[in-house]
């Protein structure tokens, strides 16, 4: 029998037993009584975060209304649950506070997904050894392209100068303004140590160029674990292997040790993120053309240079950057 489909209303649709009446709700709890703490460390889905209301520190997990939200050392977030410190206790990670700042690579260069490494920082340090393993200036390059694209102020350290002298790489980033220290074995870091104070810095560096000794000497009660150069291949070996942020003694500030590295991906920079740290030349680049990379012949920044607006070392710094996009970094 065909149904009157016109003498159909509400009371003849048909429910499906076992389902609610009650609307979907994206409503999600204050969490008022949140309290705020510093993440120091992340393992495997598992935050260790400072209460500095209370001294001590929490092992915490992302709560789900957080969502797809990463949360990396240096992230400032709202915590709830059992926030005693006991073992065995875990507390919720509810929420993120706004960041200063976030230091982002890519696997490669084609590589289109970006990676955070540390938030808040306010300063890179970024560490080379002189020799053993030798210096890799497109390394040292990549790692200040990241730097200025983060908005934070970089410092270049020179290790191992017992065993080759600093003076070409001091030369080389001259032109740039960039701050730098220049360290001994056995000798004390305090020309280090007074740039790392009263704030949150991160030391960035490819395996083997003493990172973790710096670290050791810096934070006495860090001990993290060192190794030698592979003599066959000049690198060497992940001895950290994941970030961690250590309190300087005195509390005067914040160092954030990372893993070694033996690539940093620049695929989310583009030219004008680089040309931002060279005041000097970015009123210049308003003459270039529409998308222009900076490296082709018409760009205009020849003709600022050449008025006399720059000096010429400046340009030729702007453009090794921005070639070292698009380098390898060997």
Not at 19 to 27: A, H, L, M, V
Not at 36 to 48: I, K, L, P, Q, S
Not at 292 to 308: K, M
């Amino acid at each position: 029998m065909a149904r009157d489909w016109a003498r159909l209303d509400e009371d003849d649709v048909r429910v499906r037993p076992g389902k609610g009446s009650r609307p979907r709700t994206r409503r999600r709890p204050a969490h008022e009584d949140a309290i705020g703490g510093f993440v120091m460390a992340v393992d495997r889905g598992r935050y260790r975060c400072l209460v500095a209301e209370h001294g001590r520190t929490v092992t915490a997990m992302r709560a789900r209304e957080m969502g797809r939200k990463s949360v990396v050392v240096g992230d400032r977030v709202r915590l709830v649950g059992d926030v005693s410190g006991r073992p065995d206790s875990l507390a919720r990670v509810v929420g993120l506070e706004p960041r200063v700042s976030t230091l982002r690579r890519t696997a490669d260069d084609s590589d289109p997904i970006e990676r955070i490494i540390v938030a808040n920082a306010e300063s890179m340090v970024i560490v080379t050894a002189l020799a053993d393993p030798p210096p890799r200036p497109r390394m040292i390059d990549r790692c200040l392209v990241a730097a200025y694209v983060a908005g934070l102020e970089p410092l270049l350290c020179l290790t191992k100068a017992d065993l080759a002298s600093p003076d070409a790489l001091e030369e080389m980033y001259a032109p740039l303004g960039v701050a730098h220290v220049v360290t001994r074995k056995d000798e004390a870091v305090d020309e280090l140590r007074t740039h790392l104070t009263g704030r949150m810095s991160v030391m960035v560096g490819h395996s083997g160029v003493g990172k973790s000794t710096l670290v050791n000497s810096l934070v006495p009660d860090a001990e993290r674990a060192v190794s030698a150069v592979n003599p066959v291949t000049g690198r060497g070996r992940h001895t950290s292997s994941s970030a961690i942020a250590l309190a300087l003694p005195g509390d005067e500030g914040w160092i954030i040790d990372t893993p070694g590295v033996r690539s940093f991906g620049l695929a989310h920079v583009k030219p004008e993120d680089v040309l931002a740290a060279f005041p000097d030349l970015l009123e210049g680049a308003t003459d270039c053309p529409t998308h222009c990379t900076h490296l082709q012949d018409d760009c205009a920044l020849d003709a600022w240079v050449a008025a006399g607006h720059a000096a010429p070392s400046r340009l030729d710094s702007l453009r090794r950057l921005l070639t070292s996009r698009d380098a390898d970094e060997a």
